[in-house]
T-cell receptor
Framework: GAVVSQHPSRVICKSGTSVKIECRSLDFQATTMFWYRQFPKKSLMLMATSNEGSKATYEQGVEKDKFLINHASLTLSTLTVTSAHPEDSSFYIC?????????????FGQGTRLTVV | GQNIDQPTEMTATEGAIVQINCTYQTSGFNGLFWYQQHAGEAPTFLSYNVLDGLEEKGRFSSFLSRSKGYSYLLLKELQMKDSASYLCAPVDSNYQLIWGAGTKLIIKP
């Protein structure tokens, strides 16, 4: 199946700093990527839908100025957590779909464990 | 609203069979996914059902009844490595996956 690579897998940062997470589709062009957040023992929570060449669509309650999403190319979307606080510590996962196939499986990146100290 | 209902936790014995049920209510329906997620890892794809009936894939099978808003994942010949969370994710009219909290499956020797 298609491969989505997410980097870094783990990151520890200080409060007030910014952290960038990359999500790459390695063998297909992803016009749409999704960013999720997951708390321990909880479901995946969709944060935003990233569209290549246009602004991301954020879910209700997600601060777009805090979670900056850039989808500059068909193979790369980035999520930047700005001015990170300890409550931003979580597991962040990206996924992508192969274009033109609505309803097909979403391929997930490996996830990023963010710890803000 | 949209809602997914799965048992929070199940326990089964190595070598046995377990069925994980999922009922859902979504705005529109475009199929249903089952994913496996080990602790600390991203979900991995198990199955996708869009028509009623049973889809068999090795030790894992998935069933869908659209009229009842019901699906189940059947795991046979359980192995210790099957200990994980299993996520039922129906697809709504906007082709968005709707995620439940998942079912944590514990396999005992």
């Amino acid at each position: 199946g298609a491969v989505v690579s997410q980097h870094p897998s783990r990151v520890i940062c200080k409060s007030g700093t910014s952290v960038k997470i990359e999500c790459r589709s390695l063998d297909f062009q992803a016009t749409t990527m999704f960013w999720y957040r997951q708390f321990p023992k909880k479901s995946l929570m969709l944060m935003a839908t990233s569209n290549e060449g246009s602004k991301a669509t954020y879910e209700q309650g997600v601060e777009k100025d805090k979670f900056l999403i850039n989808h500059a190319s068909l193979t790369l979307s980035t999520l930047t957590v700005t001015s990170a606080h300890p409550e931003d510590s979580s597991f962040y996962i990206c996924s992508a779909k192969t274009p033109g196939q609505e309803g097909t499986e979403a391929f997930f990146g490996q996830g990023t464990r963010l710890t803000v100290v | 609203g949209q809602n997914i209902d799965q048992p929070t936790e199940m326990t089964a014995t190595e070598g046995a069979i377990v069925q994980i049920n999922c009922t859902y209510q979504t705005s529109g329906f475009n199929g249903l996914f089952w994913y496996q997620q080990h602790a600390g890892e991203a979900p991995t794809f198990l199955s996708y059902n869009v028509l009623d009936g049973l889809e068999e894939k090795g030790r894992f099978s998935s069933f869908l009844s659209r009229s009842k808003g019901y699906s189940y994942l059947l795991l046979k010949e359980l192995q210790m490595k099957d200990s994980a969370s299993y996520l039922c994710a129906p697809v709504d009219s906007n082709y968005q996956l709707i995620w439940g909290a998942g079912t944590k499956l514990i396999i005992k020797p």
